[in-house]
């Protein structure tokens, strides 16, 4: 046995053994007494009334609708616009669909789109999108004008944040009182971050839902979500373990799906101080680990390594040409002898200093584990590293005021689908990580294809952007992200999305028992 796998062993055995006695006690048996004329989700995250503030739920479960939405290949589609064009380099206009009415029944028109954009475009959820005006041309039609040219404007519509509501829905002082938007299911009952029943949109301009209702409820647990799912409380659990999937596939009852979608797990160097101002020692760690054993051994071999922020095997945008398996060691002690680190797997020194770092990150399920895998691996070739768990906020409290040496955290990369979320990781000024790099061709390449409509001359800016960074490392992409979701076999209809912005329940149905 490897040190890797006895480490990992010894920090799961506890969790599932509590996962195989609770298996044990409801295998085969999933309840019928708890039947509900609700279709009943649970999921760890919290609902939002409000869309600017997290409005990813309401959005998953079918209530709100943008102009635009994503498709199942991860671009931009028509929602409530059925078309739109590039009239210049700064002007675009958006044909609204006909014969759409928000779930209060006032009808969906220009007035209403832009009253309803105009307080998404005036938030700080949109402050880095350059949007100039937005303005009716008639009452079907919508025109947004940038201050620069913008290819990534119909991506960025199609955010959670850029949903339409209904005038009726904001009161005075801008605050969503009730949620009237467009989307296949209206809103029953809401109980903030708790629960959210909705009931079908029978006047739905798209396919009619087969369920008359949904209950969305916050099961926070991992343990008492799964559980719910076998005693018959939940038709849909979301979000679960890794080391769930073979036990929940070999019980009677229950479909497992689980999809990659696109998201990182990543460790963020601040290259403005040392030791990770050297490209070399930064390229020296990302070498140093060992990808495979993390999401074999670790992650139930359920997530794969990543080696780019975007997935090749999700969209287009992701480098197909990088290194599938960058793990060196050998090649990881050269470089950082050649930094002036010398010594071993006893430690390195350079004047008289130990390499000696800490990465931070989040009590965020595997997140802690991960870092202490790295720990070891990073030991093996001489640098010595501190974990520190904290919570979120404080992590990122911390490293924004430059006091840090690496954090590691996760980033969905297509929250809205389009490869511009590069720009918020690595361009000099606009990047949102807090890892000071700096790159002139970067920032040109990212500059250059935020203008540009060619698919295929923004594409190779992209894939140059990924070669360029995965040899300077500011960041070391760690593992991709696969959701694990199960639901009862009766289930019909139901294919995870790829950016997960829609639970898909309009073509969801049950079949009788």
Known sequence: MTHDSYFMMDRRTALQTTLGTATLAVAGCLSSN????????????KPNRDPLDGGSMIRRLGITEALLGVNYDAEPAPELATEWVR????????????????????????????????????????????????????????AVTTTTPFAPLPAHLSRNEAVILSPDAVDADGS??????????????????????????????????????????VVADDQTRRMKL?????????????????????????????????????????????????????RAVSLAIDRETITESLLDGVSDPAISPFSSSITEWGNPDLDPNPYDPD????????????GGTGGR???????????????????????????????????????????YSAMIDQVGQGSFDAYLTSWGTLWYPDPDRLAEMFHSTAASL?????????????????KLDDTDTRRERYHEVQSI??????????????NVIATITNVRGYEPHPTESKYGLESISLDDD
């Open 34 to 45: 708890a039947k509900s004329a609700d279709f009943r989700i649970g999921s760890p995250w």
């Open 230 to 282: 076998e005693t018959g409380e939940l038709e849909m659990a979301r979000t679960l373990p890794h080391e769930t999937v073979d036990s929940l596939e070999s019980t009677d009852g229950i479909d497992v799906y689980t999809p990659a979608v696109p998201r990182v797990r990543f460790l963020t160097f601040d290259t403005d101080s040392e030791p990770f101002d050297d490209e070399r020692v930064r």
């Open 469 to 482: 960074v995965a040899e300077e490392a500011p960041i070391a992409v760690i593992t991709n992200y696969t």
């Open 176 to 217: 969503v009182t009730d949620l009237y938007s467009t989307g296949p299911f209206a809103v029953d009952s809401f109980r903030p971050e708790t629960a959210v029943r909705t009931v079908r949109n029978d006047d739905y301009y798209g396919q009619s839902p087969a369920l008359e209702s949904v209950r969305y409820e």
């Open 349 to 391: 020194t350079r004047d008289g200093e130990p390499l000696s770092v800490e990465f931070l990150t989040f009590d965020a399920r595997s997140l802690p584990l991960i870092a202490e895998v790295m720990q070891d691996h990073l030991a093996d070739v001489g640098i010595e590293v501190d974990v520190t768990v904290l919570e």
């Open 87 to 142: 009239l210049d380099d700064r002007r675009w206009e958006f044909t609204l669909r006909e014969g759409v009415t928000f779930h209060d029944g006032d009808a969906v028109d220009a007035a209403a789109v832009i009253d309803s954009l105009r307080r998404t475009t005036e938030s700080t959820a949109f402050a880095d999108v350059p949007i100039e005006t937005v303005e009716a041309v008639d009452e079907t039609t919508v």
């Open 434 to 450: 807090y890892h000071g790099y700096e790159n002139d061709r970067v920032d040109t390449l990212l500059e250059e294809a935020r």
């Open 331 to 342: 090649r990881a002690r050269t470089l950082l002898s050649e930094a002036g680190w010398t």
